[in-house]
C-alpha cells in the first residue's frame, strides 16, 4: 500500500514538473484601427516592435479593421499604423 501511495505521490509530482515546464511566457497585441469617425480600416499595415531588440512583427488588418500579433516575447513595444490617405500613427 505505501508503494502505492509512493508512486502516485511520485506522478503528481511529475505532472507538475511538466505542466510547469509547458507555461508559456509570450504576450499579444490585438487592436481595431478607425478613422477619425470611428469607421474600420481595412488592409491597414501594422507593426509591432519590440524597443529593446528591434523584433519587428508586421500583419494587415481584416475587413473590420481587426488585428492579432501573437506569441510575443515579454517587453516594451511600439505599434505603428500605417494605411493609404492616412497619417502613420504610433
Known amino acids: 500500500m505505501k508503494k502505492l501511495q509512493f508512486c502516485?505521490?511520485?506522478l503528481c509530482v511529475l505532472l507538475l514538473a511538466l505542466a510547469?515546464?509547458?507555461?508559456i511566457q509570450n504576450g499579444?497585441?490585438?487592436?481595431?484601427?478607425?478613422?477619425p469617425s470611428g469607421a474600420a480600416i481595412p488592409?491597414?499595415?501594422?507593426?509591432v516592435?519590440?524597443?529593446?531588440?528591434?523584433?519587428?512583427?508586421?500583419?494587415?488588418?481584416n475587413q473590420?479593421?481587426?488585428y492579432a500579433v501573437k506569441e510575443?516575447?515579454?517587453?516594451p513595444y511600439k505599434i505603428?499604423?500605417?494605411a493609404s490617405g492616412f497619417k502613420t500613427q504610433t
Not at 499579444?28 to 478613422?35: A, E, H, I, K, P
Open 8 to 10: 502516485l505521490g511520485l
Open 20 to 23: 510547469a515546464v509547458a507555461q
Open 28 to 35: 499579444q497585441f490585438n487592436g481595431l484601427v478607425t478613422d
Open 43 to 47: 488592409n491597414a499595415k501594422v507593426t
Open 49 to 61: 516592435t519590440n524597443t529593446n531588440t528591434n523584433l519587428a512583427v508586421t500583419t494587415t488588418t
Open 64 to 66: 473590420s479593421g481587426d
Open 72 to 75: 510575443l516575447p515579454p517587453g
Open 80 to 82: 505603428t499604423v500605417e
